[in-house]
């Protein structure tokens, strides 16, 4: 009897379908590898590179057509971005403010071929003390300015400051003007906690992991990367140990031989089965396969990853800690309710504008 395939064998198939498209060469992708997972591809953002690595015979099927026009409709977004960027980023110079580039645009420079790279909106930081005089300038702007998504300082950039991020920045150039983004080591550290805070939901923010690893990793200034709390130190490395697991990733050696740098396998594993669709599994299709009760009770209903986020945990190698830390959050939500209605957001209200407002360890 053949057994049915469950989501995570679907998630363990993409990643490896996934693996060959971080590196220039390799043999070309045949088009069986690639039809089942077009519905994930084409709405992760993923048909640029997968396109990029079609097989020319390939690209004449249904499937192939299907990912051109999602690769090219992701390349004509993000040029029509790159503009409105430029001049999103001019407007509030003149209003006296300067922004920092976190992802999107800042990201896509690390790829081999930056419009494979999409992305929907634009992510700015401003330093807290501006946010007021950066949303009148966003304001001013109308309609101009709806891709932008501004952020009131780098909330997820635990145990960092913004004069220290800010005075490691970097300037690059888009059209002429310079654009002020994140240093690798700050970019990577940001990725990690966004990838860790959205419970590794989606393939394309682990290769946006990857490609700075494989075009940067080895001149990268690990020790500021890494320092901080043993907490985030053992998540940033898990990070960087599952795009090698998953993605095959290339680590550097000064990587290689720290401790945690090998992810816990429940983290693999539910990486791979939230890839597969399992956290959009219906009741009705888990009545039907037996094999999908266990994972929908560990991942989706006791989340390891989330409770590990919000009660400050690093990741445990041994998932029934996590469970039980899982168990005992999930307990203590009505106390967590209410410290946020009546603690913190009457202290938001008195600050300036705030647009993001994010948990951190």
């Not at 499937?63 to 001019?90: H, P």
């Not at 020790?223 to 290339?250: K, M």
């Not at 939230?274 to 266990?294: C, I």
């Not at 469970?323 to 939500?333: D, N, Q, R, S």
Request: with cysteine; proline share 7%.
């Amino acid at each position: 009897m053949k057994h049915p395939v469950t989501a995570m064998d679907r998630g363990r198939r993409l990643s490896q379908l996934l693996r060959q498209t971080l590196r220039p060469g390799g043999a070309s992708l045949p088009i069986d590898s690639v039809g089942e997972h077009s519905g994930v591809l084409l709405d992760g953002g993923l048909s640029g590179l997968i396109w990029n690595r079609l097989a020319p015979m390939a690209r004449a099927t249904p499937t192939g057509r299907e990912l051109r026009q999602g690769a090219f409709a992701d390349a004509a977004s993000a040029m029509r971005l790159d503009a409105r960027l430029v001049e999103v980023v001019q407007a509030l110079r003149e209003a006296g403010v300067e922004p920092l580039v976190t992802k999107g645009w800042a990201v896509a420079r690390y790829y081999l071929n930056p419009a494979a790279r999409p992305y929907s909106d634009l992510d700015l930081a401003v330093r807290p003390d501006q946010a007021e005089t950066a949303r009148r300038a966003l304001n001013a702007m109308g309609t101009r300015a709806n891709p932008v998504d501004l952020h009131i300082g780098l909330p997820d950039l635990p145990e960092r400051n913004w004069a220290e991020v800010f005075a490691r920045s970097r300037i690059e150039s888009l059209d002429g003007v310079a654009i002020r983004v994140l240093s690798p080591e700050c970019q990577f550290r940001l990725l990690a906690v966004h990838l860790v805070r959205h419970v590794c939901c989606r393939p394309l923010w682990l290769i946006d992991i990857a490609a700075i690893l494989e075009q940067v990793g080895k001149v990268m200034d690990w020790e500021y990367c890494l320092h901080g709390s043993y907490t985030w130190r053992r998540w940033i490395l898990a990070v960087a140990g599952l795009a090698e697991r998953l993605l095959g990733t290339r680590l550097p050696e000064s990587l290689q031989a720290r401790p945690g740098i090998r992810p816990p396998d429940w983290l693999v594993e539910m990486t791979c089965w939230r890839w597969g669709g399992g956290n959009e599994l219906r009741s009705r299709e888990l009545r039907h396969t037996p094999a999908e009760w266990w994972p929908a009770f560990a991942y989706r209903q006791l989340n390891p990853i989330r409770w590990s986020y919000r009660l400050g945990l690093p990741p445990f190698d041994f998932l029934p800690s996590i469970c039980l830390a899982a168990i005992v959050g999930k307990g203590l939500i009505p106390f967590s309710r209410f410290w946020r209605s009546h603690v913190l957001r009457p202290q938001a209200s008195r600050d300036s504008f705030v647009m993001h407002t994010r948990r951190v360890f």
